[in-house]
């Protein structure tokens, strides 16, 4: 017996007029994180940084010697805000081989250690940054004449949301009762 579906059974997509009909479900942005929106932002301001080195290199023949230095800024900025993201939606790369072997009671106590780990790690970075923001003191851009810790209070603000996202996270490990080590299978909006 094969396991294969009846495409007759299947939606149309052509109609009788031989002609492909398909409609869309509508977009619905209500869910988007404020995070997901300022990565957004910093995305779009590196493509058209890239598009306008890309224009007056190869196009005007003269390239603006500027735009290979915030390229790299606008992408720190990108990752650290699309990071915070990823810590929202708890979907990191993580390892949950030992926890299908465990039994539920170790598994739940391992879960709640990798939750305080993960903040703890967070607040760290945070802290850290601040105080290579704090030796930087006045030190500017190569090019640019802007203040480097313009690219370290990205960061330091990525990591700080990022350790907020992960107390999220905790806590709503916590009120249901399991983290998504313990079922894999399970994603931040199960409760």
């Known amino acids: 017996m094969s396991n294969l579906p009846d495409l007759d ?4 997509v052509m109609g009788n007029d031989g002609q492909f009909h398909a409609t869309d479900d509508e977009v619905d942005l209500s ?20 598009f306008y080195q890309f224009f007056t290199r190869y196009v005007m023949n003269n390239s603006a010697s500027w735009t290979e230095e915030i390229a790299r800024y606008l992408l720190i900025a990108t990752v650290f805000t699309g990071a915070t993201i ?14 299908r072997f465990m039994p539920d009671w170790l598994g739940r106590a391992m879960g709640v250690v990798v939750d ?15 105080q290579m923001m704090e030796k930087l003191g006045s030190y500017k851009m190569t090019i640019i004449d802007l203040p480097m810790n313009l690219v370290y209070g990205v960061v330091m603000a ?27 299978e399970s994603e931040m909006t199960d409760r």
């Open 9 to 12: 059974a299947m939606p149309k």
């Open 31 to 50: 869910g988007t994180p404020i995070e997901a929106w300022v990565a957004l932002a910093f995305f779009w301001a590196l493509g058209l940084t890239v």
């Open 86 to 99: 990823g810590v929202a939606k708890n979907n990191h790369i993580q390892v949950d081989f030992f926890f």
């Open 116 to 130: 305080v780990m993960r903040i703890a790690f967070f607040a760290a970075a945070t802290f850290l940054t601040g």
């Open 158 to 184: 990525g990591f700080a949301a990022m350790c907020l996202r992960a107390v999220w996270v905790a806590k709503v490990h916590w009120q249901r009762g399991y983290t998504v080590l313990q079922r894999p």
